[in-house]
């Protein structure tokens, strides 16, 4: 069979010519990339390997994935040794399949002529650390603030300033992103003593890398086959029930330390009770408290999974809010957030109060350490102990659905279940405490 000699935008007649056709051709077909119906994440309309119109699925947001449409080619076009690059079309369904098509033969014929619609020696101003800023720019849209926090740090000091302004490569062009830098950034990081922080740091050059190459700002990603520096290992601590003891006691008793620290034990107590995440039980507000009902709202803005979470209010907890709302009463804000912060900024009280709240239990205490998220890992554990079938704890965690039916098809949100179970878990904790 002999080589088609038409670009990846050749008529259907013409591929059948040449022994091929495309493998998308409706809008159907992209529905079921979105859908995550496929195990394919890069759809292709091209009858050259490695060129034409793309459609690329981004990480699934409600079980959605964004699409991209992004036109590769091959630059210098007529010379030996040309390499790939991608240039962004738009984004489906903004963007039907029709127009991207057009806008694909548009740009095409632009590169036949021997313009390069997207080089990468672009503006001066395209430095590593605007583009890294754009890349978390569009990734705001469909991420919390948290974690867009998250991948700001991993990459700090690299391709962004760090607490001192420094940026090894912010200054630079994206063809400074090369292999050895991507390789010394991670060894840094471990050299450093955190390991964790320098598999993020790859994860997050790995990410940047991929947007570039959509963008048509690199060729080729420089991650590529670069190991993980450690294999991490699930954290196992738990409480033990002299453990729970102790901190409930002190995290009653400790009036002494800042105010600040206060509220954050009172944020531990609830987290206890509800086996909440850190961030979900520390912007818990009072608009989606209802004592009436007893249950309170996460709502999917906060929750990590983006599902709305409606956890069961026990008396204990009923009880520990009242005392919060008449210990937060003269602060701002206090009419609006659960816990919130000394200086009114419009915000509820930064997760990291609870981290410092911990620390502050462990040095008085003598503890093993622990974190808070381990507080929910400990509630977990306690609900296995006590026979409360796996899915419902799933629930009361409020982790993402694994299967179909689940996910799908059953909508059933096992509140009195979930109401049970942690009432069960209340008659454990009073007598623990009292």
């Not at 956890?311 to 204990?316: E, F, G, N, R």
């Not at 059933?412 to 904790?429: F, M, N, P, S």
Request: glycine residues 6%; hydrophobic residues 35%.
């Amino acid at each position: 069979m002999r080589k088609c000699e038409h670009n990846g935008f050749a008529t259907a007649a013409q591929q059948v010519h040449c022994g091929t056709m495309t493998t998308y051709r409706t809008i159907a077909d992209l529905k079921a990339i979105a859908a995550g119906r496929t195990d394919s994440k890069t759809l292709s309309d091209a009858t050259r390997p490695g060129a034409g119109l793309h459609v690329r699925a981004g990480k699934p947001i409600n079980g959605t994935s964004r699409l991209t449409f992004a036109l590769r080619y091959y630059w210098p076009p007529t010379k030996r040794g040309s390499r790939q690059r991608s240039v962004t079309i738009g984004h489906y369904p903004s963007l039907s399949l029709a127009e991207a098509r057009h806008e694909a033969r548009r740009v095409q014929a632009l590169i036949d002529r021997g313009e390069d619609p997207h080089p990468v020696d672009e503006a001066p101003d395209a430095t590593l650390e605007r583009l890294t800023e754009s890349y978390l720019a569009e990734l705001a849209r469909l991420r919390r603030p948290s974690t867009i926090a998250g991948y700001r740090a991993a990459l700090q000091g690299i391709v962004l300033p760090d607490a001192t302004g420094v940026s090894v490569l912010g200054a630079q062009g994206p063809a400074a992103l090369t292999r050895v830098a991507c390789r010394a950034a991670v060894d840094a990081a471990v050299e450093r003593g955190a390991p964790t922080m320098g598999r993020s740091t790859l994860q997050q050059l790995r990410q940047l890398s991929r947007w570039l190459i959509v963008e048509g700002h690199l060729d080729a990603d420089p991650t590529a086959g670069l190991k993980r520096p450690v294999r991490e290992t699930p954290r196992e601590r738990t409480l033990t029930g002299d453990e729970i003891q102790r901190v409930w006691r002190h995290w009653d008793t400790d009036i002494h330390g800042p105010s600040g620290i206060r509220i954050s034990f009172r944020a531990l107590q609830l987290q206890l009770l509800t086996c909440l995440r850190p961030g979900e039980v520390s912007a818990a507000s009072w608009e989606h408290y209802d004592p009436n009902r007893r249950v309170l709202a996460v709502p999917s803005g906060t929750a990590k999974n983006h599902r709305l979470h409606i956890v069961p209010i026990v008396d204990l907890a009923a009880e520990l809010i009242d005392t919060i709302r008449t210990e937060v009463a003269s602060r701002a804000d206090s009419d609006r957030w659960l816990f919130p912060p000394r200086q009114p900024v419009g915000k509820p009280l930064n997760r990291t109060a609870l981290v410092k709240a911990t620390r502050r239990t462990i040095k008085a205490l003598d503890l093993q350490h622990f974190t808070p998220h381990d507080l929910r890992r400990t509630v977990a554990t306690e609900l296995g102990r006590l026979g409360i079938a796996p899915h419902v704890t799933d629930a009361i965690l409020n982790h993402a659905p694994t299967t179909t039916s689940r996910r799908v098809y059953n909508r059933y949100d096992y509140l009195e279940e979930k109401r049970d179970a942690l009432e069960r878990w209340e008659a454990v904790l009073r007598d623990l405490i009292r």
